[in-house]
């Protein structure tokens, strides 16, 4: 069966009647403050101020709907009505204002505009939460009469979140796919004739599988009917992924995601790290001159030491630091590995590491040595907010568990440069603060890491 879209279900979920209610309580709003504020209302003392009901009523409603008010599918919670009510009273108030102000129109008082502003803020309030509890206790009409087939425990919890919902839907009849009304469709529309239903709806599982052998059939015996159909996706249970439902063409597609998936937060990630390493190599060239020197009169050897590192999801690419050790520091790294601080051998630390030069104590004190990854920020190779990436040895080691804290774009800096670096001697709890990262990560939170890395660097907490 093939699935498509039709133009006229775009807005199904749109709740017309609590955008009627919201225009008329403010419309009785405006009403109240004309009599309060004129005495008794004549054709022109009500005319004169109509415009200030229209925009303000306007903004409202936008700024209602953007924040999904008016879709029938949104948890209302008492708290969260309150708070966006409250929130586009404050937003239509503050735009009516400036036009106001942008206009100078000074025939509007301000008295009235101020108790229009009040008064229609409560009566919204109130018609809101009347709603909401009207719905809590299932007073008044419009409910859908619905067939659900399916597990009873879905049915459950289903209802539970119906409940939370402006959705207005009772279940006349419940059952499950054995039914003896399923095997034919027959016997399913003489069914659906004798209990008088306005949908259908059908409990699918993606863990379990269908139990229905012939779903086609009774979705064609509705749609011969003129009774509407839907699909209740039981989903897969994770404990750490998120899912949200999205179509492809005519298929729709549920998506199980750990990491971020916000696209304007990520672009805006995206133009800071350029910007930012931009920046940084710009203010920052006089240290890299400096240090450049630095290094070539300590000992012989390139400036630059460059080194495989695993990038998200595998991707191999070459880190770029200062040379803060002799050359053949590679190459003696197995004979330290006695010495290795980590457990499980899957980041190497060692105290007094013998392979460092002079100024490489210093740079590495200071971080000057991660520097030169702003080139690497520049390629997107990483990121200046991540995880540390590994080098391909220890990826190599990686349990299937340690292999999500390389699923986002590495870092210069992270959690775990900031909570204590070389003072961290357990694998499992770098792992830790990286999943950490990813499961909380926000913009607010790039930007408290990067203040926190400035404060590290300039105390030189936890350096090696």
């Given at each position: 069966?093939?699935?498509?879209?039709?133009?006229?279900?775009?807005?199904?979920?749109?709740?017309?009647?609590?955008?009627?209610l919201d225009t008329l309580v403010i419309f009785i709003g405006y009403?109240?403050?004309?009599?309060?504020?004129?005495?008794?209302?004549?054709s022109f003392v009500f005319r004169e101020h109509l415009w200030v009901?229209?925009?303000?009523?306007?903004?409202?409603?936008?700024?209602?709907?953007?924040?999904?008010?008016?879709?029938?599918?949104?948890?209302?919670?008492?708290?969260?009505?309150?708070?966006?009510?409250?929130?586009?009273?404050?937003?239509?108030?503050?735009?009516?204002?400036?036009?106001?102000?942008?206009?100078?129109?000074?025939?509007?008082?301000?008295?009235?505009?101020?108790?229009?502003?009040?008064?229609?803020?409560?009566?919204?309030?109130?018609?809101?939460?009347?709603?909401?509890?009207?719905?809590?206790?299932?007073?008044?009409?419009?409910?859908?009469?619905?067939?659900?087939?399916?597990?009873?425990?879905?049915?459950?919890?289903?209802?539970?979140?119906?409940?939370?919902?402006?959705?207005?839907?009772?279940?006349?009849?419940?059952?499950?796919?054995?039914?003896?009304?399923?095997?034919?469709?027959?016997?399913?529309?003489?069914?659906?004739?004798?209990?008088?239903?306005?949908?259908?709806?059908?409990?699918?599982?993606?863990?379990k599988g269908s139990k229905s052998a012939n779903m086609q059939a009774?979705?064609?015996?509705?749609?011969?009917?003129?009774?509407?159909?839907?699909?209740?996706?039981?989903?897969?249970?994770?404990?750490?992924?998120?899912?949200?439902?999205?179509?492809?063409?005519?298929?729709?597609?549920?998506?199980?995601?750990?990491?971020?998936?916000?696209?304007?937060?990520?672009?805006?990630?995206?133009?800071?790290?350029?910007?930012?390493?931009?920046?940084?190599?710009?203010?920052?060239?006089?240290?890299?001159?400096?240090?450049?020197?630095?290094?070539?009169?300590?000992?012989?050897?390139?400036?630059?030491?460059?080194?495989?590192?695993?990038?998200?999801?595998?991707?191999?690419?070459?880190?770029?630091?200062?040379?803060?050790?002799?050359?053949?520091?590679?190459?003696?790294?197995?004979?330290?590995?006695?010495?290795?601080?980590?457990?499980?051998?899957?980041?190497?630390?060692?105290?007094?590491?013998?392979?460092?030069?002079?100024?490489?104590?210093?740079?590495?004190?200071?971080?000057?040595?991660?520097?030169?990854?702003?080139?690497?920020?520049?390629?997107?190779?990483?990121?200046?907010?991540?995880?540390?990436?590994?080098?391909?040895?220890?990826?190599?080691?990686?349990?299937?568990?340690?292999?999500?804290?390389?699923?986002?774009?590495?870092?210069?800096?992270?959690?775990?440069?900031?909570?204590?670096?070389?003072?961290?001697?357990?694998?499992?709890?770098?792992?830790?603060?990286?999943?950490?990262?990813?499961?909380?990560?926000?913009?607010?939170?790039?930007?408290?890491?990067?203040?926190?890395?400035?404060?590290?660097?300039?105390?030189?907490?936890?350096?090696?």
């Amino acid at each position: 069966m093939r699935l498509t879209m039709h133009k006229r279900n775009e807005t199904a979920s749109f709740n017309i009647v609590h955008l009627f209610l919201d225009t008329l309580v403010i419309f009785i709003g405006y009403c109240v403050t004309s009599l309060i504020y004129h005495g008794p209302i004549n054709s022109f003392v009500f005319r004169e101020h109509l415009w200030v009901f229209v925009i303000f009523s306007v903004i409202f409603a936008m700024s209602m709907l953007l924040t999904r008010m008016y879709n029938v599918t949104t948890f209302y919670y008492m708290d969260r009505i309150i708070k966006r009510t409250l929130a586009s009273v404050v937003i239509s108030g503050m735009s009516l204002a400036t036009v106001i102000f942008m206009a100078k129109i000074d025939q509007t008082s301000r008295l009235f505009f101020m108790l229009f502003i009040l008064i229609s803020c409560i009566l919204v309030l109130c018609n809101r939460i009347a709603i909401r509890l009207c719905k809590a206790k299932r007073i008044g009409n419009g409910y859908i009469h619905v067939l659900f087939i399916g597990d009873s425990r879905t049915l459950e919890r289903y209802l539970y979140f119906i409940d939370k919902t402006s959705i207005r839907l009772k279940v006349v009849k419940s059952m499950d796919y054995n039914d003896p009304s399923l095997e034919t469709p027959e016997a399913f529309s003489r069914m659906l004739m004798d209990i008088s239903v306005n949908e259908v709806q059908f409990d699918v599982s993606l863990e379990k599988g269908s139990k229905s052998a012939n779903m086609q059939a009774l979705l064609e015996t509705c749609e011969n009917m003129g009774i509407t159909a839907r699909i209740i996706l039981d989903g897969f249970d994770l404990p750490i992924s998120k899912r949200y439902l999205s179509s492809v063409g005519t298929y729709p597609v549920i998506t199980y995601h750990s990491v971020s998936l916000d696209k304007p937060q990520l672009f805006v990630k995206s133009v800071i790290d350029v910007a930012g390493a931009i920046f940084g190599v710009l203010i920052l060239s006089p240290i890299f001159i400096i240090t450049a020197i630095a290094i070539k009169l300590d000992s012989p050897g390139p400036v630059f030491f460059k080194q495989k590192r695993v990038g998200i999801n595998g991707n191999v690419f070459n880190i770029y630091k200062f040379r803060s050790m002799y050359i053949d520091a590679e190459a003696r790294k197995q004979e330290l590995m006695a010495q290795n601080k980590i457990k499980g051998g899957l980041m190497f630390k060692i105290d007094n590491d013998p392979r460092i030069t002079k100024i490489g104590k210093y740079i590495r004190k200071t971080s000057i040595d991660e520097l030169p990854q702003l080139f690497n920020v520049l390629k997107r190779e990483m990121s200046m907010v991540g995880t540390r990436p590994p080098t391909v040895d220890e990826a190599r080691k990686y349990n299937p568990e340690h292999w999500r804290r390389i699923s986002i774009l590495p870092g210069i800096t992270g959690m775990w440069q900031v909570n204590g670096r070389s003072q961290i001697l357990d694998f499992e709890d770098v792992v830790t603060l990286d999943k950490k990262y990813i499961d909380e990560w926000s913009l607010p939170l790039d930007i408290k890491l990067m203040f926190q890395t400035i404060k590290v660097v300039f105390t030189t907490q936890g350096a090696c």
